[in-house]
């Protein structure tokens, strides 16, 4: 089985949220072949303190035990994307649950990152030892074959709300895998699967398929230009987990990529070289460019249903 630390901003329970960092949640704890260590938090979707309650929350309605640790309630230099609250959890702070993990399993934990990357740039910064001592790192973050086309949001968002921090992550030498927009916009579920979750015998995945249809809906109504499709909507971070333990079920290419800090015009762009021209750089990841769509939406939903 693959350890794996989760570090999310979930935000899925809170009214108008999104659902799909719940659902990589949900798809980590139902994968036979992951040993899920812990789920740490951070700010991004929401307050950090708000996603340590809702991770709580979704835990309890799955019915999984696993330890929660809160993590970064802002990015390294920048203000946070959502105001800080009092938290009612006294948690170890998520970067040493972290560096304890990995030191405690040395190359056998993989770091599933599908929020801003804060936590485990803190995690380098207080113990940069740890680097070689990961087994892998999954990132849902970057575009790196097209762009976002947002002036106000030129870097995908997990990179864009901490770019300092996805910088150091990306310098660092981990054994690194991207799962950016240039995938994950491609896997969607619509309305027709959140009517065949709706119908299942489990009843996680009847709150699923609610979950899911009550999203679609808010977006249509709320931000009609923000998807191509108003009936379907992507799951994001759910394929970041899928590719832990289902690797070829995207295509991999090996670049050499950064991102950019300097500017609010250019904040959180990945600067990626796919190595095509003559003395290209050291590789420092790969970068997903391909996704079977059918056979993560199949992935999916019988793995829902199991819960």
Same mark, same amino acid.
């Given at each position: 089985?693959t350890?794996?630390?989760?570090?999310?901003?979930?935000?899925?329970?809170?009214?108008?949220?999104?659902?799909?960092d719940?659902? %990589?949640?949900?798809?980590?704890?139902?994968?036979?072949?992951?040993?899920?260590?812990?789920?740490?938090?951070?700010?991004g979707?929401?307050?950090?303190?708000?996603?340590?309650?809702?991770?709580?929350?979704?835990?309890?309605?799955?019915?999984?035990? !696993?330890?929660?640790?809160?993590?970064?309630d802002?990015?390294?230099?920048?203000?946070?994307?959502?105001?800080?609250?009092?938290?009612?959890?006294?948690? !170890?702070?998520?970067a040493?649950?972290?560096?304890d993990a990995?030191?405690?399993?040395?190359?056998?934990?993989?770091?599933?990152?599908?929020?801003p990357?804060?936590?485990?740039?803190?995690?380098l910064?207080?113990?940069?030892?740890? %680097?070689?001592?990961?087994?892998?790192?999954?990132?849902?973050?970057g575009?790196?074959?097209?762009?976002?086309?947002e002036?106000g949001?030129?870097?995908e968002?997990?990179?864009? !709300?901490?770019?300092?921090?996805?910088?150091?992550?990306?310098?660092?030498?981990?054994p690194?895998?991207?799962?950016?927009l240039?995938?994950t916009?491609? !896997?969607?579920?619509?309305?027709?699967?959140?009517?065949?979750l709706?119908?299942s015998?489990?009843?996680?995945?009847?709150?699923?398929?609610a979950?899911?249809?009550?999203?679609?809906?808010?977006?249509?109504?709320?931000?009609?230009?923000?998807?191509?499709?108003?009936?379907?909507?992507?799951?994001?971070d759910?394929?970041?987990?899928?590719?832990?333990?289902?690797p070829?079920?995207?295509?991999?290419?090996?670049?050499?990529?950064?991102?950019?800090?300097?500017?609010e015009?250019?904040?959180?762009?990945?600067?990626?070289d796919?190595?095509?021209?003559e003395?290209?750089?050291?590789?420092?990841?790969?970068?997903?460019?391909?996704v079977?769509?059918?056979?993560?939406?199949?992935?999916?939903?019988?793995?829902?249903?199991?819960?």
């Amino acid at each position: 089985m693959t350890k794996i630390i989760l570090d999310t901003d979930l935000a899925m329970g809170d009214l108008g949220a999104d659902v799909d960092d719940g659902f %990589a949640l949900a798809l980590a704890i139902a994968d036979p072949d992951i040993d899920l260590l812990a789920v740490t938090t951070v700010n991004g979707n929401t307050d950090v303190r708000s996603a340590t309650r809702l991770s709580h929350r979704l835990l309890d309605k799955i019915g999984y035990d !696993v330890p929660v640790y809160q993590g970064a309630d802002r990015p390294l230099l920048r203000k946070p994307n959502h105001p800080i609250r009092d938290s009612e959890y006294e948690d !170890v702070p998520a970067a040493m649950a972290i560096i304890d993990a990995i030191r405690r399993h040395p190359h056998e934990v993989t770091l599933v990152l599908i929020g801003p990357l804060t936590n485990i740039a803190l995690a380098l910064r207080l113990d940069p030892g740890i %680097a070689p001592l990961i087994k892998e790192v999954v990132i849902m973050g970057g575009v790196f074959l097209r762009h976002t086309n947002e002036s106000g949001m030129p870097g995908e968002f997990n990179i864009w !709300v901490d770019p300092e921090a996805a910088r150091i992550v990306a310098e660092s030498g981990m054994p690194l895998k991207f799962v950016g927009l240039d995938v994950t916009l491609q !896997v969607r579920i619509d309305l027709d699967d959140a009517a065949a979750l709706e119908r299942s015998e489990s009843a996680f995945a009847q709150y699923a398929g609610a979950s899911t249809r009550a999203w679609i809906d808010f977006m249509a109504k709320r931000h009609p230009d923000s998807e191509p499709d108003q009936t379907s909507c992507a799951m994001h971070d759910p394929l970041a987990v899928a590719a832990v333990t289902q690797p070829d079920i995207v295509t991999w290419s090996k670049a050499y990529v950064t991102f950019a800090t300097e500017s609010e015009v250019t904040r959180g762009m990945a600067v990626a070289d796919l190595l095509r021209e003559e003395n290209p750089p050291e590789p420092n990841c790969v970068i997903a460019t391909e996704v079977d769509a059918d056979r993560f939406r199949s992935l999916f939903i019988s793995r829902l249903q199991m819960i």
